[in-house]
């Protein structure tokens, strides 16, 4: 897939709608509450719209002081932004009576597809494409611009509408008001808000460019109950990138990515959330569980003015000891690595002691009774390289006598941290205590652990990301096949998957095929004990019924494992030299007929590991913040990957590979100890186990 410059484009075709000249509602009534609110929002003091607004209701003279219109083809005037809140079946009909062409209309009504009338959803999308005209919803309530003095949205709204650089696009349009109202509790403001409803015609990533390509906005929060196709998401999340405004996503009710019949590991693992949150992380989105946790990241991408952390982990230290076990639980529940600090910062940091220095970092009551130590202690974690944010939990329980050391200490820490070059942040592990937090610009803060996690969490997803590296990716991705719908392919023998795989700079055990116990023992006598024998028959989970069996360590055990395969599985085996090694990884990569070609990475074996996917093509530095996930044991399998991607797209009649696992042996060469490959074609001859 070629990720294209859609988001200006995108920006043009929308911005009518978010800056509308005009307003037609058509449906206006005094009892329809809906409408009655839209006109209060319409003619709010801190948001007046200023452009004219007409209603239609063929059975009225008058809503609200002002006059209707029988008809939109009585409209003195072109219609503007066209909201609709009559009845499903005459939504189509009054667009087809408009004479001058709408700037945008926003679909209200229900009654489409959700009830299953999807003909009718259809229709309405047919009119918006032949006429040119961005139409948002079904069940869409509406447009808040606030640069443009417009809210024009049809739920109520908090009191007073703060101006600011927060852009939101929410297919629910009932959570915005919360959303707003969290947003101004906290000094942020809305630059723009979009409820997109069903988003039959204008869905999430279409009104998310328009928000983009606001100059206003800053970072922007999504919602969506149905992510679009990863293509679509990648696309905005490198137009982000490029622009330098960060994207968190809350996505709930996602259809299933992965979770069809797999016979294979990678096609098995591959399910919605799975494949959301690795694609999220390759291209820097922040993804969140709820609208607490968006409030708190748009927060902390605010604080930092947009900045990005280099590196994007986060040194902690804690006043308290307590507090630095909150937040080191808080962290592993949550999912946020707190990676250790190096050699010389343990060391700096233990000056003399036999401490076990660790990251939370306790400073005890050194903050407060020995600043000298204090800084000591701050500088050495802030010259670590592993750390681009530096954070300082504090502020528990003090007296008002000791708040102006605190004060003092958090100052010193700050300018500390800063001029290395890294960024500071401020939390305190209890809620109650943020008054006691006092903020500085560029400096984001935290009340509470898991607001702290939350926010570190999103600041390291924007920091991990160079919006440069996209143009360093020559790989084109891998189209999906017509004929990838049908499943993952055929099944290859070992063999034939061994010989398509040889581009890949790994070794493979010493292999003899043998069709007799005599053939085996004669193999063993050169491959020498302890040996492994695989049925040759094609199955794709050949332990799980007895078709592997390892270990085989003297010449009897490897005679009666061999006359079993062949009686039950009627087929050859293989006989294998068994290597010596440390960790196993899986490495995998799947076709998927819907989201196109992605790729795994994680901890292989017989029990699979927290793994993580990947959109191809990934990018060199992509591939490393990859591997690098999994500490030293998996460094080496960065030219691995990169040349399982390069075959892939050499090769696009696989469907489905599973490396597993792959291992570094004692002789120090990495060594694919099992693999599988799906591809289309003719089926081989293949008989399954006799019953």
């Known amino acids: 897939m070629r990720y294209e410059a859609t988001g200006p484009a995108m920006g043009r075709l929308l911005e009518p709608t978010l800056a509308p000249t005009a307003v037609t509602l058509v449906g206006a009534s005094p009892r329809s509450a809906p409408a009655m609110v839209l006109l209060q929002n319409l003619q709010r003091n801190d948001l007046p719209f200023r452009g004219d607004i007409m209603l239609v209701n063929p059975s009225r003279s008058e809503v609200g002081g002002l006059p209707c219109w029988p008809s939109v083809a009585a409209l003195?005037?072109?219609?503007?932004?066209?909201?609709?809140?009559?009845p499903?079946?005459?939504?189509?009909?009054?667009?087809?009576?408009?004479?001058?062409?709408?700037?945008?209309?926003?679909?209200?009504?229900?009654?489409?597809?959700?009830?299953?009338?999807?003909?009718?959803?259809?229709?309405?999308?047919?009119?918006?494409?032949?006429?040119?005209?961005?139409?948002?919803?079904?069940?869409?309530?509406?447009?808040i611009s606030a640069s443009a003095s417009f809210a024009g949205f049809c739920a109520p709204l908090p009191e007073t509408i703060r101006a600011g650089a927060v852009g939101l696009v929410f297919q629910s349009g009932g959570l915005i008001s919360g959303t707003l109202r969290a947003l101004f509790q906290r000094g942020m403001g809305i630059a723009t808000a979009i409820s997109y409803g069903n988003g039959a015609a204008v869905g999430l990533v279409a009104a998310a460019h328009a928000c983009l390509a606001r100059p206003e906005s800053r970072a922007l929060g999504l919602y969506a109950e149905a992510v679009p196709s990863l293509g679509e998401l990648i696309t905005?999340?490198?137009?982000?990138?490029?622009?330098?405004?960060?994207?968190?996503l809350l996505a709930s009710g996602s259809s299933a990515v992965g979770q069809r019949a797999a016979m294979s590991h990678t096609g098995a693992l591959a399910t919605s959330q799975n494949v959301l949150c690795g694609v999220a992380e390759q291209h820097g989105i922040v993804v969140v569980d709820d609208i607490d946790q968006m409030v708190w990241s748009l927060e902390a991408l605010m604080e930092g003015d947009g900045r990005r952390p280099r590196p994007a982990k986060a040194g902690v230290i804690s006043t308290s000891g307590g507090g630095a076990i909150v937040i080191a639980d808080t962290a592993s529940r949550l999912g946020l690595d707190l990676v250790q600090p190096d050699a010389a910062t343990r060391s700096a940091l233990a000056a003399g002691t036999d401490r076990d220095i660790l990251n939370p970092h306790d400073t005890g009551a050194v903050a407060l009774d020995d600043p000298h130590a204090f800084e000591r202690q701050v500088g050495a974690l802030a010259a670590d390289p592993a750390f681009g944010i530096v954070a300082l939990v504090t502020a528990t329980g003090l007296a008002e006598r000791d708040l102006p050391r605190h004060l003092a200490a958090s100052a010193r820490f700050i300018e500390l941290v800063q001029t290395t070059g890294k960024m500071a942040m401020l939390a305190a592990p209890i809620t109650q205590d943020m008054a006691r937090v006092q903020r500085w610009p560029g400096v984001p803060v935290a009340a509470g652990a898991q607001e702290m996690i939350v926010k570190l969490k999103a600041l390291g997803a924007w920091g991990e990301v160079d919006p440069e590296e996209w143009d360093a990716s020559a790989l084109p991705a891998a189209t999906p096949s017509a004929a990838a719908a049908d499943g993952e392919g055929v099944l290859l023998a070992d063999q034939e998957a061994r010989r398509l795989l040889q581009s890949l700079p790994v070794a493979w055990p010493d292999t003899v095929v043998a069709d007799?116990?005599?053939?085996?023992?004669?193999?063993?006598?050169?491959?020498?004990?302890?040996?492994?024998?695989?049925?040759?028959?094609?199955?794709?989970?050949?332990?799980?019924?007895?078709?592997?069996?390892?270990?085989?360590?003297?010449?009897?055990?490897?005679?009666?494992?061999?006359?079993?395969?062949?009686?039950?599985?009627?087929?050859?085996?293989?006989?294998?030299?068994?290597?010596?090694?440390?960790?196993?990884?899986i490495?995998?990569?799947?076709?998927?007929p819907e989201h196109g070609p992605l790729l795994l990475f994680g901890p292989g074996g017989t029990t699979i590991g927290e793994v993580q996917f990947r959109h191809v093509p990934l990018t060199p530095a992509g591939i490393d913040r990859l591997v690098a996930?999994?500490?030293a044991a998996a460094a080496g399998l960065e030219p691995v990957i990169a040349a399982l991607q390069a075959l892939t797209v050499a090769h696009p009649a696989i469907r489905t590979i599973d490396i597993n696992p792959i291992t570094r042996a004692a002789d120090g060469?990495?060594?694919?100890l099992d693999a599988k490959v799906y591809g289309s074609g003719a089926v081989p001859d293949a008989r399954g186990p006799r019953s």
């Open 76 to 86: 003195p005037r072109p219609p503007g932004l066209v909201y609709l809140m009559v």
């Open 88 to 143: 499903s079946s005459q939504c189509l009909p009054t667009l087809e009576q408009l004479r001058d062409v709408p700037e945008g209309v926003v679909v209200y009504s229900a009654g489409f597809r959700e009830v299953g009338n999807a003909a009718a959803e259809e229709a309405l999308c047919r009119w918006a494409s032949a006429s040119a005209v961005p139409l948002y919803g079904p069940q869409a309530l509406g447009i």
């Open 236 to 248: 905005l999340a490198i137009e982000g990138q490029r622009r330098g405004k960060p994207i968190v």
């Open 516 to 585: 007799s116990v005599e053939a085996a023992l004669a193999a063993a006598e050169r491959l020498g004990f302890p040996l492994v024998v695989k049925t040759c028959c094609l199955l794709s989970h050949k332990a799980q019924v007895g078709g592997v069996l390892i270990g085989l360590a003297e010449p009897a055990s490897l005679a009666a494992a061999v006359a079993y395969m062949l009686a039950r599985f009627d087929r050859p085996v293989t006989i294998s030299a068994h290597v010596q090694h440390g960790p196993e990884f």
């Open 587 to 592: 490495i995998g990569y799947q076709l998927d």
């Open 629 to 631: 996930r999994h500490g």
């Open 669 to 672: 060469r990495l060594h694919v």
